[in-house]
């Protein structure tokens, strides 16, 4: 439902930007993130606390590897979202992101 329906008043994009903004809420792009599941989620974590002792050389001898992800149908721009400072992260303000959305070639 429009702002302007419920209060019967009319009120300027700007007004409602500037608004928000003395407020502290800026329009951010939003982080993205794998959407992990809470075994994933354990699984990172025993795999962190397992190599928490590690010296230098121990990870230098670990091989990384990376990947691209290209998608075909549809934008994998940024998205945005109103926070204020130092909620970047928090759940609401995150998109997630999943390996099988939208089409693409991953090399």
């Known amino acids: 439902m429009k702002f302007t329906e419920v209060s019967g008043k009319e009120i300027s994009t700007r007004t409602v930007r500037r608004s928000l903004h003395e407020l ?7 982080a993205v993130k794998p959407l992990l599941t809470q075994k994933q989620k354990e ?3 025993k795999w962190c606390l397992e190599r928490r002792s590690w010296t230098v050389e121990d990870w230098s001898k670990l091989i990384w590897s990376d990947e691209s992800c290209f ?7 940024p998205r945005h979202v109103w926070h204020t400072d130092g909620q970047c992260y928090n759940i609401e303000n995150i998109v997630p992101s999943v390996k099988h959305g ?3 070639i991953m090399v």
């Open 24 to 30: 502290g809420i800026f329009s951010r792009a939003a």
């Open 43 to 45: 699984n990172r974590l």
């Open 71 to 77: 998608t075909i149908f549809r934008s994998d721009g």
């Open 102 to 104: 939208g089409g693409g």
